[in-house]
């Protein structure tokens, strides 16, 4: 009896590390929710005290100003909530388009630096030293201010078959409208898909049990043209296309992408891709050279060799940082704001805290935003990650 007690008293004592480890967590946790507690009872009071209502009924407010760019239908009278959901299509479009065109001209010159063309190999390394060095924001004004705003105005854009125009006031292309044969286009894609996927597995089963190889591509690429064009045939086009006027001084009609759209997304693009380029280059450099050569021993050509050994093994190496740099470019799309471009930065955490005055809650929107875009970025690419990761057994 006497050993059990002393044997209970060794585990609850302060010298078992299990005890002082439970102990330490506790006591953290207990003091930051003492702070937590703290600064939101005293932010309540200085906000009564000074008479600023706090919550988010202000969403529904009518916001009262125009957004020169918008995915969708917004006007002068919409609410402050409408407004939220325009700077946030904004946002994701230019990440999105700055994470395209980053990572294809990162790979190309990644590619480019561990080229066996002298020049080629130079002019890429002088690029990647050179706007991975220039800080983003001067790179946005040098685009913004020294290029796109130097174009002609618009009773001079220049122009292509007269349907796409550029000028100052931005690039306008005709913009798709959807028509009365739209469902059934949708529905004759789908089905030109599922055939071919499945004309693909049966010629692969028939590949396997006879050897004899049967081409799916020209089928399948008969069907998502043909069944496609039938169905607007029966029953009318799925697109109709509005084509950009010239009216008075500006362009009316179509869809307008504005210059601030095109130079943050030109800067970004340009200075990620930069560091994209040198995470493709390590990459490669990290895959044991003895796999080059077990595929030149082989007989493969070297963008078989490049496509099909070097790059599945690299990419263990790459997704890590190339998941860094992706979360850059939607967190240094903030820097919308020096030029203009209404993102969630500059219409919500600006013009809208500016008009109402709630700053807890618009900064706590736009940085909850933030923190959820990249979250699902990282989650996505760790996903990915996961399942090309090598498994040993």
């Given amino acids: 009896m006497s050993h059990r007690r002393s044997t209970v008293k060794g585990i609850l004592s302060f010298s078992n590390p299990a005890v002082r480890a439970w102990l330490f967590q506790i006591l953290a946790v207990i003091a930051v929710v003492s702070v937590a507690v703290y600064l939101i009872h005293n932010t309540i009071n200085n906000l009564s005290s000074r008479g600023i209502t706090s919550g988010f009924a202000f969403l529904d407010r009518s916001a009262g100003f125009g957004i020169v760019q918008h995915l969708i239908d917004y006007e002068q009278g919409d609410t402050y909530g409408r407004v939220f959901l325009v700077g946030l299509l904004n946002t994701l479009l230019v990440s999105a388009l700055c994470i ?21 190999r130079k002019l890429s390394t002088i690029y990647i030293e050179t706007f991975r060095n220039i800080p983003p924001l001067l790179q946005i004004f040098f685009w913004y201010f020294a290029v796109l705003r130097n174009l002609p105005g618009p009773r001079q854009a220049v122009s292509a078959l007269d349907l796409v125009f550029l000028s100052n006031r931005g690039l306008y292309i005709p913009a798709p409208q959807l028509g009365e044969g739209v469902i059934a286009f949708c529905v ?3 089905l030109a898909i599922v055939i071919s996927t499945g004309l693909f597995r ?19 690429l008969a069907l998502i043209v043909l069944l496609p064009a039938v169905a607007q045939w029966l029953f009318g086009a799925a697109l109709h296309w509005d084509v950009p006027e010239l009216r008075g001084f500006n362009f009316r009609g179509g869809m ?19 560091f994209i380029a040198e995470i493709i280059r390590s990459g490669i450099q990290a895959v044991p050279h003895g796999q080059h050569e077990a595929a030149r021993s082989l007989g493969l050509p070297n963008p078989v060799t490049l496509r099909q050994v070097i790059i599945p093994q690299a990419l263990r190496v790459i997704i890590p940082p190339l998941t860094s740099q992706y979360l850059n470019i939607v967190k240094n799309s903030s820097l919308a704001a020096a030029i203009g471009y209404p993102d969630m930065v500059s219409l919500f955490a600006g013009t809208v805290l500016n008009q109402t005055g709630q700053a807890i809650e618009t900064i706590a929107i736009t940085m909850s935003v933030y923190l959820i875009i990249s979250l699902s970025i990282s989650l996505l690419m760790n996903i990915y990650n996961r399942r090309i990761a090598l498994i040993e057994r």
């Fill in 202 to 220: 049966f010629n692969k089963t028939h590949q396997i049990k006879t050897g004899q190889l049967r081409r799916t591509w020209p089928t399948a």
């Fill in 188 to 190: 004759a894609i789908l």
């Fill in 256 to 274: 307008a992408l504005i210059p601030e759209l095109a130079a943050l997304t030109l800067a970004l693009s340009v200075y990620t891709s930069a």
């Fill in 100 to 120: 395209v065109f980053a990572s294809f001209l990162g790979f190309f010159l990644g590619l480019a630096r561990l080229s066996d063309n002298w020049l080629l």
